[in-house]
Structures are given as C-alpha cells and as structure tokens.
C-alpha cells in the first residue's frame, strides 16, 4: 500500500491537496458508498488513477490492528452503481444510488464565484433569456436566468446529459437547449436569436445609456435599426440622461477595468471625506464580487455620527465639488423616500428608498494605475458611469448586501426569506411576519444568520 485516502468531510479536502491522486492505491470511506466517493472525486475534479481499491474503514481498522495490511475480502469493497460516466470499478454491484448532497434551487444557498465551468451553456441562455426580457416575457425569460444562475454554482462542466441528473431549475426548454449544445456545440435556437432583427435592435439601443425597452421598442417601431440614424434624426427628442448616452457613448461601452475602478474610490472617498470625514465609503456590485471589469462603479456610503441633514446634504455637496472641477459629466440625485417602519418591499425587483445619485464622472488617465497605457488620441480622460448610495447608519448591512449583487442572488434571498422563513427582505430591513418585528443587523453576517443560511461570501456571490 502506498498511500490512502479517507474521504469523509472535511479532512479530506485537506487530504487531496497534499497526496499525489495518481499515486493513489487504496481509498477509504465510512458511511459511504462506492458510488458517492467516485461521484465525489467527480466533483472535485479529481482524477484517481483506475487502479485504486475502494474500501471500507473496517479494512484500514483490521490492517491497524494486525499492524500489516490485511487481505481485502468481499466484505471491505465498496458498492458501487452502474453509471456509464464513471470508470467501472471490479467486483462491484449495482444498487440504486444514495442521493448526493443536493444542489438548492436558491442561489443564496449556492456559492457561485467567477471560476465558471459551464461558460458555454450559461452564455446561451443569457441570451435566451435577454431575448425574453426584450419581449417582455417574464415567464420565459425566469427559467432561463434560473438555469444559467444554476450552472454558474457547479464545479465541474457538464459533457453528458447524465451529468444534469438531480440538478434543480433545469426545465425541458432549457434541457432541450443543452442537449442541443452537447451534441452540436452549439444552440440552433439561440443563433436563432443573434440573427434576429428585433434582437440585435434592442441589444444596440439598449447599450446606450438611458435607454430602457420602452424607446428601444418605439425606436425599432420607428424602422430604426442604426444608432447614427437615430442620433442625426431631428424629430427625435432625447432626455438629458441620453444625450448623456449618446455623448459618451463609445467610453461607457468599453467596460470599467479594475485599475479604473480603484481610482474612482480614490475620487470618491477624497471628495466624501472633505465633507464628513467619519463617512464609511465601501465599494460595492460586481467590483465588490470580485469581477475584474464592470458597466459601473458602485459606492455605499453611511456615517455613524452624521446629522439627517448633514447626511442628506452630502450627496449635493460632493457633485457640487466635482462640477467645480469640471469632472461632472452627467447627474442624476435622487432624493430619499426611506421611513424608519415602512414594511420590506414584496416585489423581488423592487427599487429601494436610500438617496442615490447616478453619476458619469471625467476620470483623467494620469489618476490610474495602469500597465496598458491604451490612450485616445488627444484624449486624456475617460467616462465613467458612477453610482452612489448614501444610507442611515444602522442599515448599512442591509444596503450593503442589496447593493453587493449579483441580481439573481438578490432576487433568490428574497425569495428564500419570503417563502422559507416567512420573512420580508429589502434593501432596507427584514421583517419577521410570524413575529412581527424588525430584525436587526450590523453586518452581514448576521443577516444571514437571522434567515438561518451559511455565510456566503461576496465573491461567492456571482450567481
Ligand atoms: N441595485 C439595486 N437597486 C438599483 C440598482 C442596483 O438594489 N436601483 C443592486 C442590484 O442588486 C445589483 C447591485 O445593486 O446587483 C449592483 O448593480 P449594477 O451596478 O447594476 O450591477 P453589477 O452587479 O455591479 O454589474 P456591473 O458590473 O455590470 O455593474
Ligand atoms: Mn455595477
Ligand atoms: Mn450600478
């Protein structure tokens, strides 16, 4: 015997990062079948070489006890299934299989980091979905953001139908559509999509900063199919968020990078702090997720000692500055409409009350820290759509979690508070329906806590 393993929780994690799985000769298990342990290097990506014994722990105890490796019997071998994906195993019998530890239909119940194994699936039905969206057809489109979400928490790629098997939130239209990608690497339905007239139409005009499905449908309506049309048409009105759009356009397409990113802060901590300098500034969304680029840049910020006034002041006092300099290219402030006992919001997509404003900031190159020096000529600056959210000190948490994203895990922890806990969740508070009172929370640790979910982390986040 060379080496052994004993897969049972967590030592054996601790286990597989130090021993060489292709050394492996015999692998132990207590209170598991054959099945489970394969399934379980499977699923860690391990590749064991074909030739290893499994065994129960009573084989390793009898060896201990005679101090010399005993003869393996019938009695020690593992059980293991029949499943055409797995190496087969001699002298093993076939039995139904023990349920594996099962995958939750809510993403809050899921860690999902960015490490996605199934990019090529979960592209398709993002614009399956997207589609969907565009025809206003949520019951279509849920289904497919649920799948794609799903996917993205899997730590292995899918190559064979088997592999989806006990795997929630997969439907027949959405299990049509990986069927049809394993075995053509492609979905006809979603080349469908990317061909079509109606689609590509959206897609663009959406793209354009202030433009929502409303003026995309009217402008497709129109017979428009061309940005450069749309912009020189002179019976055309556009709002001042548009023209905005229209302006910038070519800076706000081209994704904020993570160096961009952390010269914003700077920005917007400087700026913050001139004006109340015990503010709390925190990044949030996708930056805060880990994400190496973004559409935006996303600041939650709070004071524990401000005054009402000097908080809701802060917000104008700070765009205020930035106009002076002449780094305020668009601003939108929109003021709060939060009250300390109105109940958590029903609706899953419901926007929140805090004071916001939606920003596009001037961010002069010589401000970032970069190795790609990319320049427009005779451009020293780019566009940066910035949003701010300025909130009561006692509800920082819940700001914090709502404006951490990603979308869907927001939407699946609400849906888990309503329908697991008999809970309200927004971004403002949680509200316990049986007991009738707030919970509190000064983190968000303890948010989760209250819900009774494990811990997940921002990063884990990116469902
Ligand atoms: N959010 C919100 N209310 C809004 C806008 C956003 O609660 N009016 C929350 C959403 O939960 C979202 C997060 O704030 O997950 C960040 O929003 P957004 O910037 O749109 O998305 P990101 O995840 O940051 O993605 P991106 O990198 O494209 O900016
Ligand atoms: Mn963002
Ligand atoms: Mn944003």
Redesign the pocket.
């Known amino acids: 015997m060379s080496e052994c393993w004993v897969p049972a929780g967590a030592t054996v994690c601790e286990l597989c990062g130090t021993f060489k799985s292709d050394s492996v000769t015999h692998i132990v298990a207590e209170n598991n079948s054959g099945s489970d342990v394969l399934e379980w290097l499977q699923l860690q990506n391990i590749k064991a070489s074909s030739e290893f014994e499994l065994l129960d722990i009573s084989w390793l105890i009898e060896c201990m006890g005679a101090g010399k490796p005993v003869e393996m019997a019938g009695r020690h071998q593992l059980v293991v299934r029949r499943n055409p994906s797995l190496s087969p195993v001699p002298g093993s019998q076939t039995v139904p299989p023990p349920p594996m530890q099962k995958i939750s239909q809510y993403a809050c119940q899921r860690r999902t980091t960015l490490n996605n194994h199934n990019q090529l699936f979960t592209d398709a039905f993002d614009i399956l979905a997207e589609n969907y969206e565009f025809r206003e057809n949520e019951v279509s489109c849920l289904p497919f953001m649920r799948a794609a979400s799903v996917l993205k928490s899997l730590s292995f790629p899918i190559v064979s139908m088997k592999d989806i098997e006990g795997i929630p939130c997969l439907g027949d239209k959405v299990k049509c559509v990986i069927e049809g990608i394993i075995e053509d690497g492609e979905s006809s339905e979603v080349k469908a999509v990317l061909n079509d007239e109606r689609y590509k139409s959206f897609k663009l005009f959406t793209s354009v900063f202030g433009v929502g499905l409303k003026t995309a449908e009217k402008w497709f309506r129109m017979g428009f199919r061309t940005l450069s049309k749309i912009k020189s048409d002179k019976s055309l009105r556009f709002t001042h968020m548009q023209k905005a759009g229209f302006l910038y356009y070519e800076d706000l397409v081209s994704c904020v990078n993570r160096a961009e990113a952390e010269a914003v802060s700077m920005l917007v901590k400087e700026a913050v702090v001139a004006f109340l300098p015990d503010a709390l500034v925190t990044m ?4 805060r ?1 880990g ?1 190496m ?4 840049v ?1 600041f939650l910020i709070t004071s524990p000692e401000a005054t009402e006034e000097e908080e809701q002041q802060l917000l104008h006092k700070v765009t205020n500055f930035w106009r002076q300099q002449g780094l305020l290219l668009y601003c939108d402030i929109i003021e709060s409409t939060f009250e300390k006992f109105k109940l958590p919001s029903r609706k899953v997509d419901a ?2 009350h805090f004071q916001k404003c939606f920003l596009i900031l001037k961010l002069h190159r010589g401000l970032v820290r970069s190795e790609e020096s990319g320049q427009q000529e005779g451009k020293d600056w780019k566009a940066i759509r910035v ?1 701010l959210v300025m909130c009561p000190y006692e509800r920082r948490a819940f700001a914090l979690l ?6 869907q895990f ?1 939407r699946d922890l609400r849906r888990y508070a309503t329908h697991e806990r008999k809970m309200m969740l927004d ?1 403002h508070a949680l509200y316990d329906k049986t007991k009738r009172v707030f919970l509190e929370a000064e983190s968000e640790e303890e948010i989760f806590a209250h819900l009774g979910l494990d811990y997940i982390e921002p990063w884990e986040r990116n469902a």
Do not use: V
């Open positions: 949030t969304g996708g930056f997720r994400k680029t973004g559409h935006d996303d926007l929140d949003d709502g404006w951490t994203g990603s979308r927001e971004n």
